[in-house]
């Protein structure tokens, strides 16, 4: 056998071989070429196309959504004459990362307004207080936005102006917004009845007042400045600065004047403004940054596996050409370029399409956050080019990258070897995937099972949620291994030809058949996932308030919360033996980590340790709460174990109003879903609140205490059961957010799964004109679809919800040291219904509309 040395051609200069490279995937001609193949093949590139322009628009929407969050807000409507507001800072400084927000109002000392006041282009500063008010109508809590009372002289900054009467003067005046004056029926001269914590008290009505910006999110009640302190509880503090600015004065340029004279003050202009006027607007804010950041990196994670997928199954479709072009002298590195100019086009293209209804999605979930009240009404999308382009970006990045990934084995193999795969596929996998996917099983299993045992606190419930998604990315990598084992397990049943048809394809396919399920089982591991974890929390909170309660009572309230001084009250009630006040907030606390600060945001109640034993059960682990005095803190054990804290260790308590607690801790409990992760004695808790009221009383009486008769001079207050103590805090809104949220990403999985399953089926038209031409008839074909639609639903329902299993398993184990995650067998027979009715029509429709044309004429038909 002769052997001939080809002729060594002389190298490329290095300036060329560099040239090169520039132009290797984005040249002119490779490009040109790339769009003669998607032009020759546009139904094999529609599913690509519809996979990116979806991920596309879900990323659109979710950077709308973050650039809203950082760059909008709400018109000022107390503050709207005010071209400054300043106020305190009501976030805690963390270095290299974002500051959260602190739950309560962060007080300025009362002296601020003199020294606002002394700033060059001032005009006049006026200092705010507010109080939370209800409004009683016969008897009834009056319907509407919050209200809240303020002193006249606050009147202002807004400006109100007096419609009828006149302003404030005595003790008993007060002076209504028009809105809320008409709610409550009445006039100049009549008498209103308001609560101030769970104290009623008549007031005379000496105005009513309009102001210049309509009042949409609250309701205001003026009292005289002297009545407004008492009210507020301190002459020595006050919420905010509302300056006036001189003529010609730029607002701007006068809040960083007065940032600088007077340290300590946020200052805010613009819309900005409505922040420090009521604390919610700022909250919300927080929160859609925060969900928008989280969701848009899953999305983006989900978009680069389904877009790779999609591509890597329309490459396998294409081996005939592929091989041919190997074949006839292609080099592998011209295949690459092709595919990834291909690629690049198709994402671009995609990601061009998917612009527009991502914007109108932002708008659709601008829409629901706002009616679920995550939003406050007047939050104004902002849309602009930046999320649009991010997004473009992302999606060729993500198709660039799958279309490398699926393009590797193809421009490998020689041009021999790509004829034979031609006729069936390889059954061997790659090394590098083969590797991957079997060191990731190990791992998922890993993290959701050894470290809830391993690690103490969150980190094992993290580790655990995470496994979900490794073992769906190592399904997806052994797929064909997966699927073709499962294929020959079904196989050993004997049945009819078209079940025999069924499981050979399925066996000679399994790579085909794995690209097509993977999506499909990707939604049944994630919504298992998201679903039943939700279920297993709340499951678990609801154990430990219905068996922690051991009160026979709980006092509730219709307005902002219960005066501390009725405590006192039932407590003279004959035959009530204790009354424990429970005061809610939030806390953050810290701990060092090596060189950083770690923080975490944590739900805190105040009570009394002396009416703990007799009012509620927290199952004290170590420790003792009567000790919860002072600078002291109970926490829960996941807490405790995610700082790193035990029982005669410290931690820095950052209360609701950003004052730090350096506690000690005295216990660790375990019901810390049910009451809050820190527990805080009461009057530390209650003096940092800004309402200064209590959430609940818990009673322990004997049947014969008439707590009714006691409670009738508080027509805010009502007696109610142990389920009247809610998960701590229930937040209706995040929930409602969090299920749209995850119908969002379900929808754009359950698309992917039409697609795939759509672009696999329909390209089998020869192979059903085959089947027909060799004696196969069209009813015993339909049949074997059927066969292999059941073993794909099949597949997906099994292996997802074992995909899934881990994780729930491993964050039960984490939350309530059970094996037993809380799965509701309605919720998953739904998951059941919504795959098979997500790919038997995505499987079965295409096959009738390719096993209708004659088999010649389809057989005869180009790919």
Wanted: charged share 15%.
């Amino acid at each position: 056998m002769v052997s001939r040395r080809k002729k060594a051609e002389p190298a490329d200069p290095p300036a060329a071989q560099k040239a090169k490279k520039k132009i290797r995937t984005l040249s002119r001609q490779n490009l040109s070429l790339a769009w003669s193949t998607i032009r020759g093949r546009k139904g094999g590139f529609a599913a690509v196309l519809v996979a990116v322009a979806v991920g596309s628009a879900v990323i659109t929407a979710c950077g709308v959504l973050l650039e809203t969050g950082i760059s909008s807000g709400v018109p000022a409507e107390r503050y709207h004459q005010a071209a400054v507001v300043a106020g305190g800072y009501q976030a805690m400084p963390v270095d290299g990362d974002t500051d959260p927000r602190l739950s309560e109002r962060v007080r300025l000392p009362a002296d601020t307004v003199a020294k606002v006041a002394a700033v060059q282009g001032v005009q006049s500063a006026v200092g705010d207080v507010s109080v939370s008010l209800t409004v009683l109508r016969k008897g009834s809590v009056l319907d509407g936005p919050p209200v809240y009372g303020h002193g006249w002289s606050a009147s202002v900054l807004a400006p109100f102006t007096l419609r009828s009467g006149a302003r404030p003067q005595a003790t008993d005046d007060v002076v209504l917004d028009s809105d809320l004056a008409q709610r409550a029926g009445v006039a100049p001269g009549d008498t209103v009845t308001l609560v101030t914590g769970s104290t009623p008290q008549s007031y005379r009505v000496s105005g009513v007042a309009a102001p210049a910006a309509s009042l949409d999110r609250q309701s205001a009640v003026f009292f005289t400045d002297d009545r407004a302190a008492q009210l507020y509880g301190t002459s020595d503090t006050i919420d905010a600065v509302g300056v006036l600015a001189a003529n010609g004065t730029d607002a701007d340029t006068l809040a960083d004047r007065i940032k600088k004279a007077v340290p300590g003050v946020v200052t805010s202009t613009g819309d900005d403004r409505s922040d420090v006027e009521t604390l919610d607007v700022g909250q919300m804010r927080s929160f859609v940054i925060e969900v928008a950041s989280a969701f848009g990196a899953t999305m983006i994670l989900l978009v680069i596996i389904v877009v790779s997928g999609t591509l890597a199954l329309s490459v396998q479709q294409r081996r005939r050409e592929l091989a041919l072009l190997r074949a006839v002298g292609a080099t592998p590195r011209q295949v690459l370029r092709m595919i990834g100019g291909e690629a690049v086009l198709v994402g671009g293209i995609g990601a061009v399409l998917g612009a527009l209804p991502g914007i109108l999605l932002a708008m659709l979930l601008h829409t629901l956050f706002t009616a679920a009240g995550a939003l406050p009404s007047g939050f104004s999308l902002v849309i602009t080019p930046l999320p649009v382009l991010f997004s473009l970006l992302i999606c060729v990045l993500a198709a660039r990258i799958g279309g490398w990934l699926a393009a590797r084995r193809a421009a490998k193999v020689s041009a021999v070897e790509a004829l034979g795969d031609v006729a069936v596929e390889p059954k061997k996998l790659g090394w590098v995937r083969l590797t991957i996917g079997v060191l990731l099983v190990p791992g998922g299993l890993a993290v959701a099972i050894v470290l809830p045992i391993a690690l103490p606190g969150e980190s094992a419930i993290d580790g655990a949620a995470s496994s979900a998604l490794v073992l769906v990315i190592a399904i997806g990598l052994l797929g064909p291994k997966l699927f073709g084992g499962i294929a020959a397990l079904l196989g050993r049943r004997p049945g009819g030809v078209t079940r025999f048809l069924a499981i050979a394809n399925s066996r000679a396919r399994a790579r085909r058949l794995s690209a097509a399920t993977t999506p499909l089982i990707m939604g049944v591991t994630m919504a298992s996932a998201q679903l039943f974890s939700g279920t297993t929390l709340a499951a678990t909170a609801h154990d430990q308030v219905v068996g922690g309660v051991i009160a026979d009572h709980v006092v509730t309230s219709d307005s902002a919360g219960i005066s501390p001084d009725l405590a006192d009250v039932l407590r003279r009630v004959p035959g009530v033996h204790t009354v424990g006040p429970v005061a809610r907030t939030s806390t953050i606390l810290t701990w060092p980590d090596g060189d950083s600060i770690q923080y975490r945001v944590s739900t805190a109640q105040g009570v009394d340790p002396a009416a703990v034993p007799d009012t509620m059960n927290l199952d004290v682990l170590r420790g003792d709460l009567g000790g919860l005095t002072g600078a002291t803190v109970a926490l829960s054990r996941l807490v405790a174990g995610t700082v790193g804290a035990d029982v005669g260790g410290h931690v820095d308590v950052h209360l609701g109003d950003g004052t730090v607690e350096k506690a000690t801790v005295v216990a660790v409990y375990e019901n810390g879903l049910g009451f809050g992760d820190v527990t805080l004695p009461h009057d530390v808790v209650l003096a940092h609140t800004t309402d200064h009221l209590d959430q609940w009383l818990m009673v322990r009486s004997d049947r014969a205490a008439d707590l009714g008769a006691a409670l009738k001079a508080y027509p805010t207050t009502s007696v109610r059961d142990a389920e009247a103590v809610t998960v701590a805090p229930t937040d209706s809104a995040n929930d409602g957010i969090s299920l749209v949220l995850n119908a969002v990403l379900l929808g754009y999985l359950a698309i992917a799964v039409v697609n795939t399953l759509v672009m696999a089926t329909i390209s089998r038209r020869r192979e059903f004109a085959l089947l027909r031409l060799v004696g196969t008839r069209t009813d015993q074909v339909r049949s074997m679809m059927r066969q292999e639609a059941a073993i794909i639903v099949l597949c997906a329902i099994v292996v997802g919800t074992i995909a899934a299993l881990p994780s729930l398993i491993g964050m039960s184990y984490a939350i309530r040291h059970s094996v037993f995650p809380s799965i509701p067998p309605l919720i998953y027979l739904g998951i059941v219904v919504a795959a098979a009715a997500i790919a038997w029509p995505a499987v079965m429709l295409p096959a009738r509309l390719a096993l209708r044309p004659a088999a010649v004429e389809a057989i005869a038909r180009p790919e």
